[in-house]
């Protein structure tokens, strides 16, 4: 992994309810500007921003009431990174809420609801046979990019999910061509290409590595 240059180190630990507001503002941030939320919730009509962030809010809630696991960054007590992480037997579930649904219809409207649920299904539609992890929302908040955070992060969910012997490894994806050659540094390899509207979305896929006995964040 690239060492931080010149970055303060940052706290890795998981997160509780607590976080809650803090991670859905910068995820918020984190994933205005991104092709694939721009085409899901229309960034061309009048809203956008709100139905970004309904849809952000929408997710960590149901997130954190499902008890799913969520690993953040701190640095001097301020989150400045998040990945929320679905274990291979709960990564569906928030999809198949009706009451995510209902509150999805209600923020963000009927077409866009629908849009959502489309792109997710396409992404799982092309992943392999076996369990995985999946990170249906990571980022680092844009103050905090350019500095190597988002290595440490990544390194923090690789080592976390390698001790579920009951996973293969790690499932993302991405529209954003400049993540591109990011994540196959960090040891990921492209399993699958899905057509999202006008955006291609690539679906990457992380080996579980053995880690240490014992280790904990």
């Known amino acids: 992994m690239p060492e931080n240059l010149g970055a303060v180190p940052a706290i890795t630990r998981f997160l509780d309810s607590g976080y809650a507001r803090e991670a859905r503002s910068l995820l918020y941030h984190a994933y205005r500007h991104e092709p694939t939320f721009a085409y899901l919730f229309e960034a061309e009509r009048p809203g956008y921003d709100h139905r970004v962030r309904a849809t952000v809010r929408e997710l960590v809630n149901q997130h954190f009431s499902e008890d799913l696991p969520a690993i953040g960054m701190l640095l001097d007590d301020r989150l400045i990174g998040v990945a929320l992480i679905a ?31 489309d792109y997710h299904a396409a992404v799982l539609a092309c992943l392999p046979p076996g369990p995985f992890h999946m990170l249906p929302l990571i980022g680092i908040h844009p103050r905090s990019q350019g500095r190597h955070y988002g290595e440490q992060l990544l390194e923090a969910v690789h080592a976390w999910c390698a001790e579920d012997n009951a996973s293969q490894g790690v499932v993302l994806d991405t529209g954003n061509n400049r993540y591109l050659d990011f994540y196959q540094r960090q040891g990921y390899e492209e399993i699958g290409e899905v057509a999202i509207g006008p955006i291609r979305e690539h679906v990457f896929f992380h080996s579980n590595a053995p880690t240490s006995a014992g280790k904990s964040y």
């Open 87 to 117: 274990p291979p037997q709960r990564r569906l579930e928030i999809t198949e809420s009706w009451v995510w649904r209902m509150r999805m219809l209600l923020t963000t409207g009927l077409r866009c609801t629908q849009r959502y649920l």
